[in-house]
């Protein structure tokens, strides 16, 4: 009932699925699986490695000056894609993609920065490259700097003058940077014929 309610699931059915009593088709094992975590092969056949930690959201787009749009962030759960990394992340992961070439030489289109999703004071991240979003509510991948006035950063990035004296409303940690060709897109179609031919590899 409890995972029903947190996914917004029927919960007859999500029970009957969950004890065993019907069947669920692939399409809905990929459900299940991206709320927990987990492999989709595994929740439909036993088989095959539980865990699929190393799957994340990409959440937004880092363009010029390190501002991440927005608009494309308003997408619900699902983010604007989910992408596999060459690396096991923490399950409070996120990424941004970098669009376009304004931020190069420190990042090229394609480029993906993961972040951790927890909150942290922008104090305890200065001089650091941050997810960072203003008392405004705008996003920028930014490097924090004292400002000029207590309580106040300057946020720095590549190619761009710098912002000065911003009031942030919440600061996030870079993780890390995966480069361009060292992650890949799983769109559910690709997915699911992934999913199958390890049941098919399963039952024979």
Same mark, same amino acid.
């Given at each position: ?5 947190? =996914?917004?699931? *029927?919960?007859?059915?999500? $029970?009957?699925?969950?004890? /065993?009593?019907?069947? %669920? @088709? ?60 060459? =690396?096991?992340? *923490?399950?409070?992961?996120? $990424?941004?993609?970098?669009? /376009?070439?304004?931020? %190069? @030489? ?99």
């Amino acid at each position: 009932m409890s995972a029903a309610k947190r =996914f917004g699931w *029927p919960p007859s059915t999500y $029970a009957a699925h969950e004890n /065993g009593q019907n069947g %669920f @088709p692939v399409d809905i094992a990929e459900r299940y699986a991206k709320a927990f975590k987990v492999s989709a092969a595994w929740l439909l056949s036993g088989e095959g490695d539980r865990n699929k930690n190393n799957l994340v959201r990409v959440e937004g787009l880092v363009g010029a000056g390190g501002a991440i749009e927005t608009s494309v962030e308003d997408v619900g759960d699902d983010g604007l894609e989910e992408i596999e990394v060459p =690396f096991p992340l *923490p399950a409070n992961a996120a $990424a941004f993609r970098v669009a /376009g070439n304004s931020m %190069f @030489p420190r990042y090229d289109d394609g480029d993906v920065i993961i972040v951790i999703k927890r909150e942290r004071h922008p104090e305890d991240l200065l001089h650091f490259e941050t997810l960072v979003v203003t008392a405004e509510g705008n996003r920028y991948l930014k490097r924090i700097v004292p400002g000029g006035r207590k309580g106040l950063f300057d946020l720095e990035s590549f190619n761009a003058p710098p912002m000065r004296n911003v009031k942030i409303q919440s600061a996030t940690e870079v993780h890390s940077v995966v480069r361009r060709g060292q992650w890949k897109t799983l769109d559910t179609g690709s997915f699911r014929r992934a999913v199958q031919r390890k049941m098919r590899t399963a039952t024979t």
